[in-house]
Structures are given as structure tokens and as C-alpha cells.
């Protein structure tokens, strides 16, 4: 029995709309990153990138269980001593909902040049609008 390995011309990625309206963070940037590595699809392959693009609308109205909305915090640094940048889940809510779930989401995904390369099919908008209605987006059954 051989083991089957996709071609590139056997790939073909859909584009599914995600609504975030009332979604939990952590559960839905997991169902997010099995479509985005392709995990749904029976040629998966992990050192391919079989995956589909994935646009997340409404994510300004994602929410999180539990005590996090008061104690998750986001960090980033700036490279010199002591530039620790602390931001809470309130404030990056207000100024940039979008991060939030990119930010979940990245954190699922390989951290190599694949998973850098299957982020970049990862879109997310604040709106219910979005510019991707050419490529006939379908919804995603979760």
C-alpha cells in the first residue's frame, strides 16, 4: 500500500465566511485553524498547505467565558530593556477587534514559513461587509 501524497494541481481551496456574531474566541479560532491547515479534507498532508481561506465577519462581537474579558492581556515587546507592552482584552477590543482572533488564531497555527504562508488565507473584518463576494464565498458549517 502506498502512502498517498497531494499533487498541486489536486488542491483546491474554497472560501468560506465564518459570522463571529456572539462565537467564543478559543472554539471558533480552533475550527478556524483546522480549515485554514486543511484538516477537514481527506488529502491533508502536513507539509502542504491543503488548506482553504476563511473571512470572519462581526469579530467586534466575538466574546471570551469566564473572568478572561478582565484578566487577559496582550504583550509585545519593543526590543530594548524594560519595553514591555502590556495591553488588556478590554482595550485591544475597543481599538482593534480583528488582532484578537488573528492573534488566536496565529497562535494555533504551525510556527514555521507554512503557517506564516496559511495565515495570510485568514481574513477578518469588523463588519458584516466584506470585499471578497467575487470569489462566492460559501458559509462554514460549524
Given at each position: 500500500m502506498k502512502t498517498y501524497s497531494p499533487k498541486l494541481q489536486d488542491i483546491d481551496a474554497k472560501w468560506y465566511v465564518?459570522?463571529?456574531?456572539?462565537?467564543v474566541l478559543g472554539r471558533l479560532a480552533s475550527k478556524i485553524a483546522?480549515?485554514?491547515r486543511g484538516k477537514h479534507k481527506p488529502i491533508w498532508a502536513p507539509y502542504i498547505d491543503t488548506g482553504?481561506?476563511?473571512?470572519v465577519i462581526n469579530a467586534d462581537k466575538i466574546r471570551v467565558t469566564g473572568r478572561k474579558a478582565e484578566q487577559k492581556?496582550?504583550?509585545?515587546?519593543?526590543?530594548?530593556l524594560g519595553g514591555l507592552k502590556v495591553t488588556p482584552y478590554k482595550r485591544m477590543m475597543e481599538n482593534k477587534?480583528?488582532?484578537i482572533l488573528h492573534e488566536a488564531v496565529r497562535g494555533m497555527l504551525p510556527h514555521n514559513r507554512l503557517g506564516r504562508q496559511m495565515l495570510k488565507k485568514l481574513k477578518v473584518y469588523t463588519s458584516?461587509?466584506?470585499p471578497h463576494t467575487a470569489q462566492k464565498p460559501e458559509a462554514f458549517p460549524f
Open positions: 465564518v459570522d463571529a456574531d456572539g462565537m483546522q480549515v485554514l482553504d481561506f476563511v473571512v492581556k496582550y504583550y509585545r515587546h519593543s526590543g530594548y477587534p480583528e488582532f458584516s461587509d466584506h
